[in-house]
């Protein structure tokens, strides 16, 4: 029985820092904005569980707060998702074949899942619109995005550490 609690209390913690971040993300990006360029936190989540559990793990976080963050910025339904999880197994994969000690290589890492986010979620925008301009928008949005998420990689990465500490 004591092996069940501790299984509820790591699975609901994991699943209440999940919803955090998607609030977080979807109501104070202000907060952490510079220059109009705030950071993804859904995405460092999603490298951060990628990192630590692995690639199921990472498509299961990259489903839950992308379905979170489009309930709570009135977004479709699904276009988060579609665009976070491909790019969490895609992560996941590629982390496991990583010796991913180096805070550079966590980095890296972050810039590359974002860069790949970026053109996933609008690619997305662009079959529901075909009249957006992806490119203009992929270097105006999603290149400057993808290196400041980079930059805070270590110290978010901290910050994750002490919260989605892997128990088993």
């Given at each position: ?56 793990w ?7 707060s ?67 301009g ?35």
């Amino acid at each position: 029985m004591r092996y069940v609690g501790e299984w509820l209390i790591k699975y609901f913690g994991w699943l209440a820092c999940l919803i955090c971040i998607a609030v977080f993300q979807a109501t104070w990006p202000n907060m952490l904005k510079i220059q109009d360029v705030s950071p993804n936190l859904l995405v460092l989540a999603v490298v951060y569980t990628a990192l630590v559990r692995g690639e199921v793990w990472a498509m299961i976080t990259a489903f839950l707060s992308g379905i979170y963050l489009d309930v709570l910025t009135n977004a479709v339904l699904g276009h988060h998702p579609l665009a976070l999880v491909p790019m969490g197994f895609v992560v996941g994969r590629v982390a496991a074949r990583l010796v991913t000690e180096h805070p550079a290589v966590k980095a890296g890492l972050v810039l590359l899942a974002c860069l790949l986010f970026g053109m996933l979620f609008l690619f997305i925008a662009f079959l529901q619109q075909p009249a957006t301009g992806v490119v203009r928008l992929f270097i105006v949005s999603a290149v400057p995005t993808a290196f400041y998420t980079a930059l805070i990689t270590p110290f978010v990465f901290a910050v994750f550490g002490l919260f989605l500490k892997r128990t088993d």
